[in-house]
């Protein structure tokens, strides 16, 4: 029988997904063979998420795919439509790219998702997850002075708001956070991605309480020092930390935005306890260790 501390170290090994590159190169391909986008268009494509930065948990996860549109760039300083002149609109862009993956991998194996196109994964490939976007500059205040943030924006099919993430921020911070505290940052965040996937199976919370981009901004809030090799104290660590620190200067994992609020790019407190307060009732419980070894 495995004990807490194997278990543990199972968790928190990182993943090596078979097929990625082979993966990749066909969404390349699908790029490359589709002849109908306008003349004006410049795309970028490459990966993130993670199987970048090695947080995915099972083989299978789908790779995260970004199709960036780095031809128009929207700004919060502006109200009008980046993509005016252009010869195009964002919706147009991404019915394109959702052709272009139609054409390569077949209209069954493609779903048009609220954020993202679906591509189902096959015996020669993992699954992927398409985000069609255009580059996006935040301007924020930063004291006296306004700086800025270059990331990139999408709009979901359903709703108006816009959608902005910084991918490249996001794995800047996360390799410092990684590199301070001797390479167990990631270690530590697969382990409570593992913890929370066994709350979930055990029917303790809701998988969609805890999304994993949340969890680990919410991880990443806490002192480098507070990760170690021993799992079980640099769980005690944080469970210590987060119980007697404040909140409410947490921020994501790109460095620079609030965690908290009430917009989809924001976690909220509630959540954050219900979590804490999950692992505090099972984590001494021997049937949820018991229960994960057969994961």
Known sequence: MASQKDLLEKWSSRIKAEKLDETIA?????????????????VAYYLHGSHLNGTNILYNTPVDVAIELTSVTGSSKSNEDPFEGKGLTYKSFRENILESMQNAFGEGSVQDGDNA??????????????????????FIKHGRDEVEKLGVAFYPKKGKEL????PKQHNSYEAVKESGSQGQFLATVRVFKNIRDRLVQMGH?????????????????APTGMFTKDYISSIANLLDFWKKNAWRNYITIDGFRSLWGDSPQSWNVEDAKFFLEAISKVGKDPAFWQAGTDA
């Open 163 to 166: 959608i902005i993430n910084f």
């Open 26 to 42: 066909v969404v390349k391909n699908a790029l490359a063979g589709y002849k109908r986008f306008p003349k004006s268009v410049r």
């Open 205 to 221: 919370m809701d998988e969609n309480r805890t999304p994993s981009y949340f969890l680990e901004s919410f991880i990443c809030n």
């Open 117 to 138: 196109i679906h591509i189902i994964g096959s015996p020669n490939r993992l699954p992927v997850n398409v985000l069609v976007c255009f580059k996006y500059k935040l």
